[in-house]
Every structure is written in structure tokens, then in C-alpha cells.
């Protein structure tokens, strides 16, 4: 089988993707292009992503991050042999731009379109940054949108959930806690950075759903949230600066804690030995050493890709493009529809 470019295009939540790859002869998927475009900026005031302005944006960076990302690859147009998009989960108006840009391109090029799973491109972007998956592993994706535990048996054959949050997702606390302490939108990054100047013991913030009874690899963080809340509210009662720091480092340790004892766990039940974690908060530093250490006491292997590859972009949707085809798999119907809660088992749409 002769190489192959596949364009990928993601259009979920507040950023416009474009990625390129090439599929070789031998199955190998390697990164030629990955082009971001951000609304973030225009979301900060109110806190979180406005789907409207999220969807306008998209429109007007579509075409000039699909030239970005060509002029990246030193490709053309004519170039792409397939062509990949995010068909859901996400915002139904952002997603709807993206499917309408994909189906355009790939009609004009006269190529095949796949409809694809946010949340396995998620996990076949790792592949990219390190080889091929071992037959089975387990995922951890945690993000602004998503918290979840799944199972995969080949990324572009079989994904099961196993466990997802029963409220807010891992990024979406960070955000509503850095709000409580008057920290800037985005909350990850702030907080992270507070975070090392505090004390993680300080205070024992509530580890969600790990009593006895608790589901074992759900996930809960609004209990976590409010038990800020109350701290940062009896510290104003009592007339003082909120300990900024210290809650910082205790919130951030009470989600490292519950997201990696969970994922180990499940690991372990399931003879797994292998970790991806990936999502926006896959960036964060506490999150990442102590997934290190546990998984190197557990004799997991963990693999989590670069920052940029883990936060939202193209390159994971043309990644996973390009192991649907080398799968066999056909492509989706010209007449397919984003759908905003596409299950994660469903991981292309025929
Ligand atoms: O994957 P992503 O870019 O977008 C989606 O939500 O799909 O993830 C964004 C989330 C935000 O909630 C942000 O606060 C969080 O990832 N995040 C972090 C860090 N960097 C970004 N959370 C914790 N620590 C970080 N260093
Ligand atoms: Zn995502």
C-alpha cells in the first residue's frame, strides 16, 4: 500500500484543528502538521466557552488553519488522500462547521471522509509521539470537557468506558476553583503554578467516590469544589486573604490523587500495563509525577504525549484517521451529521 495524507479537522470546543499525517505502507502514522487556532481569549470574561462565539470563530479560522497547516507539511491541497473530522462529542454548532468544512474539502478533492470519536483521537495521538499501542491499554482523559477511565482493544476497533465523572470534569474543576480564588480563565495553568508554592498537606481536601461502596472508577469533583469554596468563604468571614497557595497545591493533590489511585486500580483489575493519559489536564505537573511514580511502582508502562498534542487539536483526528483506514475500515456517509453525545464506542460514524 503506497503512502497516504490524511487531513484531520477538529471543531469540538473553543479550538479550530488542522493536522496532517502520513499513513505509510507499513502502517507507521507520523506527524507532518498540526495548526491551532484558539478562541480561548474571547471566552475568558465569561468564564468558560460560549458556544456561539465558539462556532463563529470556527468559521472564519478554518480555511487559514488549513493553509497553515499545509504550508507547515510543504504540501498541497491536492496533496491529501483522505480526510478526517471530529463528529462528536462536542458543542453541536462547533462541531456542525467542522463536518461542513470536512465534507467540502473532501468533495472538491474527490477523497474519502471519515467521521470520527473526539475522545479516541484523544488516545491515537499518542501514537504519533510514541509508537504503536500495545494491544490493550488503558486511557485516562481528562480535560475541560471530559474525565474518563477506557478500556482500549485497538484504538480504531474497540474502546469501552469504564468509568466517568458523575458531575464536573477534572479541567472544569480547575477552572471553577480558580475562579474561587480569583485566578485568570483558564484555571490549570494558575493553579498549577500557585500550587508549588503551597503546601499540598494543608488542608485534607475530600477525595470523591473512593469510599467502600463508591463505584470504583467513577469520578465526582463537585464535592471537592464546594469543600473549596467553604474555605476560601470562612477565611473571607474571618477577615483573611484567602491561603491562595496552600489551597492550591491541597486542591490539585486531591485530583492527582483520586485520577491516578483510580486509573492504577483499574489497571490492575483489568491486567493492563500500559497508561495513556491525554486532555488539557494531562498538563498538569502534580498529575504527571505522581503518575510517574505510582506507575513505575505498579510496573505500568505510562505514556502521556507532549502539552500540545494533549489539549485539543487536528493532529489527533488525522492520527486517528489515518489507524481507521490502516484498519480497513470505509468511510462515513456523505450525509452523516455531527452528534454533539457520540458515544465513545462509537468510533468512526457508518
Ligand atoms: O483538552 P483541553 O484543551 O480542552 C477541552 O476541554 O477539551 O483542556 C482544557 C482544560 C481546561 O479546563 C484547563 O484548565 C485544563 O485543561 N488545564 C490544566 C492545565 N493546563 C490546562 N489543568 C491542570 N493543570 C494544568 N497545567
Ligand atoms: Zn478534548
Known sequence: MADRVLLGIETSCDETGVGLVRLGGDGSVRLLADAVASSVDQHARFGGVVPEIASRAHLEAMEPTVRRALDEAGLRLSDVDGVAVTAGPGLAGALMVGVSAAKAYAAALDVPLHGVNHLAGHIAVDTLENGPLPPRCLA??????????????????????????????AGEAYDKVARLLDLPYPGGPPIDEAAKRGDPAAIAFPRGLTGPRDPEYDFSFSGLKTAV???????????????????????????????TAKALRAARDHDVDALVISGGVAANSRLAGLARERCAAAGVQLRVPRPRLCTDNGAMIAALGAHVVAAGHGPSPWDFAANPGLPVDAITVR
Open 140 to 169: 485516562l482523559l481528562v480535560s475541560g470537557g471530559h474525565t474518563q477511565l477506557l478500556l482500549v482493544e485497538g484504538v480504531a476497533d474497540r474502546i469501552v468506558e469504564i468509568g466517568s465523572t458523575i458531575d464536573d470534569a
Open 229 to 259: 469554596a467553604r474555605t476560601v468563604e470562612q477565611d473571607q468571614h474571618a477577615g483573611r486573604e484567602p491561603a491562595v497557595h496552600d489551597v492550591a497545591a491541597s486542591f490539585q493533590e486531591a485530583v492527582a490523587d483520586v485520577l
